[in-house]
């Protein structure tokens, strides 16, 4: 597996390893040995970027993650995310990125992962209620402390982000991003490269719809979040067809698979940009990792470009009231 560089001297393997979906939102997760048995596989195999978060579970990802990769601490990166607050049940009951807010986050955070420094603190979703400059301040503090190596944030909108950047340089910015969710290349991507931050793609796979295995007669478990997703209307997965049929074409033509060429466009726009794709499944897991060899080229990705830019992407990417809590 190559490398690429986050920032000025994050190290990471060209695609990472997205672990929510071993705990939440993707319908039955598997057990936990099953599950600690795949991200270890996944490190056998190159893979040196794995993304958690608090939020996930929430707290039992940050535990499986911190276990999974024990063995492997100097090896790996990993990513975790701070920004909701919790009641004492552990629901989650609303943003918090109050500086004490952020730094106690971090303390639970390396006991869950088993680790003194986290690599890369993400705020996962802007307050718009603590001013950016409070929040990574309180991570540059933490930073200067020895406990976290890298300031990151999630769904963040370019003014924030350079806001932020200002106070402690942001290494890498988490947003959704492929082929049927574009928006970051408006203004997100321009801003990353002329600041020098890294772009991770979470959802590089448009949540399982681009690997070509899923079609309007799809059924999800009833604790899969593609249920409430007006992308993922049966009506819409029809409409949105025409995107995987583009993607089944370049596959076909270049031995892969649809989900590979998607990753593969992904490698292709920048140097900079990682993507974090998960999955529940070995066989997933090795597909996905297979498109660092999928080569696109010039003529493969006008190709795309001329073909995607025909196509209309039906249904919003989420519900309203989470679609509300991003782009800050």
Same mark, same amino acid.
């Given at each position: 597996?190559?490398?690429?560089?986050?920032?000025?001297?994050?190290?990471?393997?060209? !695609?990472?390893?997205?672990?929510?979906?071993?705990?939440?939102?993707?319908?039955?997760?598997?057990?936990?040995?099953?599950?600690?048995?795949? !991200? /270890?596989?996944?490190?056998?195999?190159?893979?040196?970027? %794995?993304?958690?978060?608090?939020?996930?579970?929430?707290?039992?990802?940050?535990?499986?993650?911190?276990?999974?990769?024990?063995?492997?601490?100097?090896?790996?990166?990993?990513?975790?995310?701070?920004?909701?607050?919790?009641?004492?049940?552990?629901?989650?009951?609303?943003?918090?990125?109050?500086?004490? &807010?952020?730094?106690?986050?971090?303390?639970?955070?390396?006991?869950?992962?088993? =680790?003194?420094?986290?690599?890369?603190?993400?705020?996962?979703?802007?307050?718009?209620?603590?001013?950016?400059?409070?929040?990574?301040?309180?991570?540059?503090?933490?930073?200067?402390?020895?406990?976290?190596?890298?300031?990151?944030?999630?769904?963040?909108?370019?003014?924030?982000?350079?806001?932020?950047?200002?106070?402690?340089?942001?290494?890498?910015?988490?947003?959704?991003?492929?082929?049927?969710?574009?928006?970051?290349?408006?203004?997100?991507?321009?801003?990353?490269?002329?600041?020098?931050?890294? %772009?991770?793609?979470?959802?590089?796979?448009?949540?399982?719809?681009?690997?070509?295995?899923?079609?309007?007669?799809?059924?999800?478990?009833?604790?899969?979040?593609?249920?409430?997703?007006?992308?993922?209307?049966?009506?819409?997965?029809?409409?949105?067809?025409?995107?995987?049929?583009?993607?089944?074409?370049?596959?076909?033509?270049?031995?892969?698979?649809?989900?590979?060429?998607?990753?593969?466009?992904?490698?292709?726009?920048?140097?900079?940009?990682?993507? !974090?794709?998960?999955?529940?499944?070995?066989? /997933?897991?090795?597909?996905?990792?297979?498109?660092?060899? =999928?080569?696109?080229?010039?003529?493969?990705?006008?190709?795309?470009?001329?073909?995607?830019?025909?196509?209309?992407? &039906?249904?919003?990417?989420?519900?309203? &009231?989470?679609?509300?809590?991003?782009? &800050?």
């Amino acid at each position: 597996m190559k490398t690429r560089t986050l920032g000025h001297d994050l190290t990471v393997s060209e !695609i990472g390893y997205g672990c929510m979906g071993l705990s939440q939102s993707y319908g039955p997760v598997p057990e936990r040995h099953e599950a600690i048995a795949l !991200i /270890r596989a996944a490190v056998e195999r190159g893979v040196t970027f %794995f993304d958690t978060a608090e939020a996930y579970g929430p707290f039992t990802n940050e535990e499986l993650v911190g276990e999974a990769l024990a063995p492997f601490r100097g090896e790996v990166v990993i990513a975790t995310k701070f920004a909701y607050a919790y009641d004492d049940n552990g629901r989650q009951i609303g943003l918090s990125s109050r500086p004490e &807010h952020v730094k106690q986050v971090a303390e639970q955070s390396m006991r869950r992962l088993q =680790v003194d420094t986290i690599d890369l603190f993400y705020q996962h979703r802007v307050n718009p209620e603590v001013p950016i400059e409070d929040v990574a301040g309180a991570v540059g503090e933490l930073i200067a402390e020895g406990k976290a190596r890298h300031f990151g944030m999630s769904e963040a909108a370019a003014a924030t982000i350079r806001r932020a950047h200002a106070v402690q340089p942001v290494t890498a910015v988490q947003s959704e991003y492929s082929l049927w969710w574009r928006r970051p290349e408006e203004q997100v991507l321009p801003t990353c490269e002329e600041l020098g931050i890294g %772009f991770v793609p979470y959802s590089p796979l448009g949540k399982g719809f681009l690997t070509g295995t899923i079609d309007p007669n799809t059924s999800f478990d009833s604790s899969d979040i593609r249920t409430t997703i007006p992308r993922f209307e049966a009506e819409a997965r029809r409409a949105n067809q025409a995107m995987v049929d583009l993607l089944g074409t370049i596959a076909a033509r270049k031995g892969a698979a649809p989900g590979q060429v998607a990753l593969a466009w992904l490698l292709a726009r920048k140097p900079w940009i990682v993507p !974090i794709p998960g999955t529940k499944r070995l066989g /997933r897991l090795e597909e996905n990792l297979g498109a660092a060899d =999928v080569e696109l080229d010039t003529g493969d990705l006008a190709e795309i470009e001329k073909a995607a830019s025909a196509i209309e992407v &039906h249904g919003a990417r989420y519900p309203e &009231h989470l679609e509300r809590m991003t782009g &800050h």
